[in-house]
C-alpha cells in the first residue's frame, strides 16, 4: 500500500509518520508572567516506589532554565504557543504560558486555555473499559468478536490486545481514502463504523500478540465495547465514571466540532494542499475513542497520577488495584529501548501517562512515580521538528533540566 504524505492522530509510543512539511507557522514566543499553584493532592502509587533521585527543586533559578529551555526550543521548532505545568508536593509549582494563541491577532497564550488532547483520548477510553473489566461485564482476554462483528481475527484479537496495541489489525487513519476524506471536508462527522471500514478493508499486518503496532482502529473498537457493555455513550460514561469523580469539570468529549472558549487556535500541516491552516474547528469525530478529547492544564495535572496510580484525587479506586497492577505492566515497544506500552498507558524512562497529536495540537501528561512529579505541555501545532513530535522535543527539554535520570526521550517509530 502507498502512504500518505502525512499523519494524523499519532501518539504513545509509534508514530504514524510519514513526510515532514516544512512551512514556518509563527514567530518567537513571548513568556507570560510565572504562576505558582498549590501542590497536587497526595496520591499514592500501586505497589512499592520505583528507587531514583528526586527532581531538582523548582527553585527561581531553576524556573528561569526552564523558561528559557522552552522558550529555545519553541523558536528552533516554530511553535507558536505553549503551555506548561509541574508539580511535585512540597515544591513550588511551575506554570507558564509561552507564545501566541492565535497567530493572526497575536493573542497570547494563557494557562487557562481549552486545548485538543488528541490520543490522551486513549487513557479515558481504556479506564472505562477497565471499570466493566471490574465489574464483570467484559474480560481483559475476550474476543472482540464477542463484541463487534466483522473484525478480522475477531475471534482471536482479545481486548487485552487492542489495549497494549498488539492487535495486528490496520490502522484506519493510514488509509489513503480516509485521508483525503478528511482533508477535502475538514469538518465532515465520521460514525465509529465508517472509521472501521477504512481498516477493515486492508489485510491485518500480523497475527495478534506477535509485535507492538499503534493503531487508532484498536481504541475505535474498545469505545463501541465501552458503549454496548455501559449501554450509555462513550462520552456520557466517561464523563459521569471518570472525569466527575476525578472532579475535572473542563475535560469534555466533544460534539461535532464544538470547542469551549476560550482556547487555542491550532496550526497544522496536514491538509489536502500541504498548506499550513487553522485547524481549531475541525471535526475530531474521527479520532472518537482514540483522539476527540478536550481539557485544561489543571484538569490534566488531575489526570496525570489519577491514571497512572488508578485512584482518584479523594484516594477512591478509579480502578482496582489488581487491574491497575495489569494496566501498568508495559513491555518495551519494538526496540524503543526505555519505552514500553501497557493498557493504554505508556512508561518512557518512568514517566508514565500518554501524548497526544491531531491536527493542530499536541499533549503530554505524565507522571514519576518515584517522586509523584505531574508534567504537562499543551502545543498549539503538530509540526514535525526534526523528525520529532514537537511534544516529544519539550518534554525531553524540560526533563533533561528536571529529572535527567529519567529524561522524556520517546523514540521515533515509524508504522506502516
Not at 475538514?186 to 500478540?209: D, E, I, K, N, W
Not at 508534567?375 to 520529532?388: E, I, S
Request: glycine share 10%; aromatic share 8%; with cysteine.
Amino acid at each position: 500500500m502507498s502512504r500518505s504524505s502525512v499523519r494524523l492522530s499519532r501518539g504513545a509510543a509509534a508514530a504514524v509518520t510519514v513526510g515532514t512539511l516544512t512551512v514556518s507557522l509563527a514567530a518567537g514566543p513571548v513568556s507570560a508572567a510565572p504562576a505558582s499553584v498549590p501542590a497536587a493532592p497526595t496520591v499514592r502509587a500501586p505497589g512499592p516506589t520505583p528507587s531514583g533521585p528526586a527532581v531538582r527543586d523548582l527553585t527561581p533559578a531553576v524556573a528561569r532554565q526552564l523558561d528559557a529551555a522552552v522558550q529555545k526550543m519553541m523558536h528552533e521548532a516554530d511553535i507558536p504557543g505553549a503551555i506548561v505545568g509541574i508539580w511535585t508536593p512540597g515544591q513550588p509549582g511551575y506554570v507558564r504560558s509561552f507564545g501566541v494563541a492565535d497567530t493572526g491577532t497575536g493573542r497570547k497564550m494563557t494557562p487557562g486555555l481549552y486545548m485538543r488532547i488528541g490520543s490522551e483520548t486513549k487513557t479515558f477510553t481504556v479506564s472505562a473499559l477497565l471499570q466493566l473489566v471490574d465489574r464483570k461485564k467484559v474480560g481483559l482476554d475476550d474476543p472482540i468478536g464477542r463484541y463487534v462483528d466483522g473484525v478480522p481475527n475477531g475471534d482471536k484479537i482479545t481486548l487485552r490486545q487492542l489495549a497494549e496495541m498488539r492487535s495486528g489489525l490496520f490502522n484506519y487513519s493510514e488509509d489513503p481514502g480516509f485521508f483525503k476524506a478528511l482533508t477535502t471536508d475538514p469538518q465532515r462527522p465520521f460514525t465509529p463504523q465508517q472509521l472501521l471500514a477504512y481498516s477493515f478493508r486492508h489485510p491485518v499486518l500480523f497475527q495478534p500478540g506477535q509485535k507492538f503496532s499503534y493503531c487508532n482502529t484498536n481504541l475505535i473498537l474498545l469505545g463501541l465495547v465501552v458503549e454496548k457493555e455501559s449501554g450509555q455513550r462513550l462520552g456520557d460514561y466517561i464523563r459521569q465514571h471518570v472525569t466527575n469523580p476525578a472532579g475535572m469539570k473542563d475535560t469534555l468529549f466533544p460534539a461535532g466540532n464544538a470547542f469551549p472558549r476560550p482556547h487555542a487556535q491550532g496550526y497544522t500541516e496536514q491538509t489536502a494542499n500541504g498548506r499550513a491552516a487553522d485547524a481549531a474547528d475541525w471535526n475530531p469525530s474521527w479520532g472518537w475513542a482514540a483522539g476527540a478529547m478536550i481539557s485544561t492544564l489543571e484538569n490534566l495535572r488531575i489526570w496525570a497520577p489519577t491514571v497512572a496510580t488508578g485512584r482518584f484525587p479523594d484516594g477512591t479506586r478509579m480502578v482496582s488495584a489488581a487491574t491497575q497492577k495489569q494496566r501498568l505492566i508495559t513491555p518495551q515497544a519494538n526496540s524503543d529501548k526505555g519505552a514500553g506500552y501497557g493498557l493504554g498507558i505508556f512508561d518512557v524512562q518512568g514517566w508514565i501517562g500518554h501524548n497526544g497529536s491531531l491536527p493542530g495540537y499536541e499533549s503530554l501528561t505524565v507522571y514519576l512515580p518515584s517522586t509523584r512529579t505531574t508534567l504537562v505541555a499543551l502545543l498549539n501545532t503538530d509540526t514535525d521538528y526534526q523528525g520529532q513530535e514537537p511534544s516529544t522535543v519539550l518534554g525531553k527539554a524540560i526533563t533533561t533540566i528536571i529529572s535527567p535520570a529519567h529524561v522524556y526521550n520517546l523514540p521515533v517509530t515509524r508504522t506502516g
